[in-house]
């Protein structure tokens, strides 16, 4: 397997000195901000969100009239980020401490919970740690005004959603029908589907915090470098899993969901499967439910947790042994379904494999951050997604295509994710330079408003554009790539915010498409001068224009992977697939064409019509056989 990415960092330890308060570099940049009554921290995973929390809410509670702290976390086993915490021995002026009655995150019904979180309401206990459903709902159980002066935190914000999910509307009603401060937290802050996190207005009432995954990355002390990458298989996953799987690296393997193309359809014979590759079972600690595995090759005993299982009673045992890991050894394998992505915990890992596309960005980071945390066992850590490779016989070549064409498009975000930071000017004006600035001639340098856009925005606008239907159509194919830039990405920045004229529409559009470009492509020193390497193509940086940036597609690199890595009847596969997305005809006229002109076309000419021809009369024919092709593939299903 060839990775796609490959980010190599320096170690600078930067990311994890602590000064004279305990606060690491992010958590410093967030306590900055602390006076402000709604934050957004974005953060990658490991970065110290929780304890940034913790500082925040702490002084808040001192010293801004704050009486109460509320943490939400999306599911309990999360809470475990939020428990007591020493701060004053490393130079905060108070420690992180509750009355453990007050932390919800523990097996119970919701009704009960519901009864507690009122309780604390009207006693004079100051922290509380719940759920987000447990925080939805007390939230219809309690008159608004008791939450007046209290200070609400909710973990992995993304999971709110403005406009369908409860979440959303209890954020809306807080900021205005009360006083009540709120701190957001995620580590990415586009959802999987197209729906907005918040109400623009609420939105902008935000003071947002950026620590990105570079500086995070950078900034270790033993992890080196990342790679990200993807294998495809053909038949059965299980029958893959040995190409990808070095029992030598501690892993996490997560299985598709059951109602994914990929699945068996049978969870716990895929876990059985999984294991049956690896070797073969010792025994299952009664105890921790940990299960012990004599490897086929090395003959190594192996411990696996299975996280898939979902006995309530065998679940918790390896949940509570997982909590207490302190050494490389005490786990090597973890095998999960829906956990063990978001806020899990085990520093030790090296290597995150994911069978099947996921269809959320914010997943896919979410899993990605389970290997980067910075341990002393590991210097390089990876993900690999298996997926299906589309297959000319089967009915559901279209989804596996658009899987592939999206697993493909998420990886590169995760690219221009990691990497550094770049700063754009144009070749006019005598201003000193910023290190790592590129001079483009013809360059709209951005307006303040634009600027803070960048700076907070950026790569969710970036998700948008991969998630968008019109880009996913036009992007694989030939089209001319200033539709994309000139087109379809002024399109999307419009719909995202409206307020901008289309002076900061062209501004906020330079910067998108000449950071797409140029952190995508390969730099090189030749003889003192530095190129770029744009398409095919390298360009000397001093020439560069935004008219040459223009004639680029900003995602290129995902279509150059995928003519790599597949045959040409696949890419022929694919190409159709995509047309046939395109292609607006009715089953009439692409008969009547099949019956009337194609027919003669190939008795004629000795050959199908070309969709690429110049003569509009061709082309159209060939749409028919594409849009037929299509239709009777979906009559198949």
């Not at 920045?493 to 409206?498: A, G, P, S």
């Not at 906020?508 to 000449?514: D, E």
Request: net charge negative; with cysteine; charged share 30%.
């Amino acid at each position: 397997m060839q990775n796609l990415i490959d980010v190599t960092y320096q170690q600078t330890g930067k990311s994890l000195e602590i000064d004279q308060f305990g606060m690491r570099e992010m958590q410093r940049r967030a306590y900055e901000k602390r006076n402000k009554q709604y934050l957004l921290l974005k953060s990658p995973p490991a970065s110290g969100k929780s304890r940034a929390l913790m500082f925040l809410a702490l002084d808040k509670l001192l010293n801004q009239n704050i009486s109460k702290i509320i943490v939400a976390v999306p599911e309990r086993s999360i809470g475990k980020s939020f428990e007591k915490t020493k701060l004053k021995e490393n130079g905060f002026f108070i420690d992180w401490e509750y009355d453990e009655k007050f932390n919800l995150c523990k097996p119970g019904g919701d009704k009960g919970k519901v009864s507690i979180f009122k309780e604390f309401l009207s006693s004079s206990e100051k922290i509380l740690i719940c759920t987000h459903a447990t925080l939805r709902f007390a939230f219809n159980d309690v008159e608004i005004k008791n939450f007046d002066n209290c200070l609400i935190a909710i973990d992995e914000f993304h999971h709110v959603n403005a406009y369908e999910g409860k979440l959303g509307q209890v954020v809306n009603t807080l900021m205005n029908k009360s006083n009540s401060h709120i701190i957001a937290m995620t580590g990415s802050y586009f959802r999987g589907d197209s729906m907005p996190i918040l109400l623009k207005a609420d939105e902008d009432k935000f003071t947002k915090i950026n620590y990105n995954y570079y500086e995070q990355l950078n900034g270790y002390k033993y992890l080196k470098s990342l790679g990200i990458g993807y294998h495809f298989y053909k038949g059965k996953y299980l029958s893959a899993i040995n190409e990808v799987l070095d029992i030598s690296k501690k892993t996490i393997i997560h299985i598709p969901n059951v109602n994914a193309g990929e699945s068996t359809k049978d969870k716990i014979y895929e876990i059985d499967a999984i294991i049956d590759c690896i070797g073969s079972v010792e025994k299952i600690d009664e105890d921790t439910g940990i299960i012990f595995v004599r490897e086929k090759n090395t003959q190594k005993i192996l411990k696996i947790a299975d996280l898939v299982n979902d006995n309530p009673k065998d679940r918790e045992k390896v949940i509570n042994y997982l909590r207490q890991i302190e050494k490389s050894e005490d786990i090597d394998i973890i095998i999960a379904l829906g956990m063990a992505k978001e806020g899990f915990d085990w520093p030790f890992c090296e290597h995150a494999l994911t069978i099947g596309y996921r269809s959320s960005l914010t997943e896919i980071i979410q899993i990605i951050g389970r290997t980067t945390r910075d341990s002393d066992n590991k210097i390089h850590s990876q993900f690999t997604n298996l997926i299906a490779q589309p297959d000319a016989q089967d009915d559901d070549v279209k989804l596996s295509v658009n899987n592939m064409l999206k697993a493909i498009t998420a990886s590169l975000l995760m690219e221009q994710v990691l990497a550094p930071h770049v700063n754009f000017k144009s070749k006019q004006g005598d201003n000193p330079d910023k290190p790592g600035t590129i001079k483009i001639g013809g360059f709209k340098e951005p307006s303040e408003k634009i600027q803070n856009i960048i700076d907070s925005d950026l790569e969710d606008l970036k998700a948008k554009v991969l998630q968008d239907d019109s880009f996913l159509k036009t992007a694989p194919s030939d089209i001319d790539p200033e539709i994309i830039n000139k087109v379809i990405i002024p399109k999307i920045i419009r719909e995202n915010y409206q307020d901008l004229s289309n002076e900061e529409v062209e501004e906020l559009r330079h910067h998108f498409i000449a950071d797409s470009v140029i952190k995508s492509g390969e730099v090189k020193e030749i003889n003192g001068k530095k190129f770029v390497r744009m398409a095919d193509q390298f360009i000397n940086i001093e020439e560069l224009h935004i008219n040459l940036i223009d004639k680029i597609n900003p995602f290129q690199k995902a279509f150059e992977v995928i003519s790599k890595k597949i045959n040409p009847n696949l890419l022929k596969i694919i190409g159709e697939t995509i047309e046939a997305q395109k292609i607006e005809m009715s089953e009439e006229e692409a008969v009547y064409l099949y019956n009337n002109q194609i027919k003669e076309f190939v008795k004629n000419l000795n050959r199908l019509p070309d969709i690429n021809s110049e003569n509009s009369n061709e082309k159209r024919m060939a749409e028919a056989i594409i849009f037929l092709k299509d239709l009777k593939r979906k009559n198949n299903l």
